[in-house]
């Protein structure tokens, strides 16, 4: 009789572990056919928390930091050292593990790979600097010109427009 017991146990436990998953199943499986039936309300709404995470002070810090320890090391020119590839991948593993954790954190349906599906299909509709900081993230190229840019900031070797400018006033 306790065999008997323990084995209706057994069986329970596996029944409801499978009535959970068929319940997780079929919730994910919703979750995804409305992701993409509307992909560009889900693009939009992925993109409105992305802005607001890189606004934030913790993801600025996490930038900084990391142009701090590696912009001397890039040069300009055509000639992509070795060790530019090694620091590019640095960044992205960086950037993309922030952005991914908070967005699972915003949104219980995220999905990585749809943004990214989208990211691509839209890249010559976007504009702006929330686009021009994930192209870093897939476009090495633009990756560097960032670093360049803020090298030429730290080393006051960027063109400051502000001294070529002067207000005057109206005469009547």
């Known amino acids: 009789m306790t065999k008997h017991r323990l084995h209706d146990d057994g069986c329970f436990s596996a029944k409801r572990a ?13 979750e995804n056919i409305i992701k993409r039936q509307n992909s ?34 890039f040069e300009p020119g055509e000639e992509n050292k070795i060790v ?8 992205t593993n960086m950037i993309e593990a922030h952005i991914v954790e908070h967005l699972n954190r915003k949104m219980s349906c ?3 790979d749809l943004f990214a599906m989208e990211l691509e299909n839209k890249k010559t509709q976007l504009d702006g600097e929330i686009f021009e900081l ?10 560097k010109d960032m670093v360049l840019d803020y090298k030429a900031f730290k080393e006051g070797a960027y063109d400051d427009l502000s001294k070529g400018i002067s207000v005057t006033g109206l005469q009547k």
């Open 134 to 143: 994930l192209y870093t993230l897939t476009d090495f190229l633009a990756f």
């Open 110 to 112: 995220f999905d990585m």
């Open 40 to 73: 560009s309300e889900y693009f939009d709404t992925v993109i409105g928390h992305i802005e607001d995470i890189v606004i934030g002070e913790e993801f600025q810090r996490m930038v900084n930091q990391f142009m701090e320890c590696y912009y001397y090391e």
């Open 18 to 30: 499978s009535i959970i998953y068929d319940a997780w199943y079929k919730m994910n499986f919703e």
């Open 84 to 91: 530019y590839t090694e620091i590019y991948q640095k960044y």
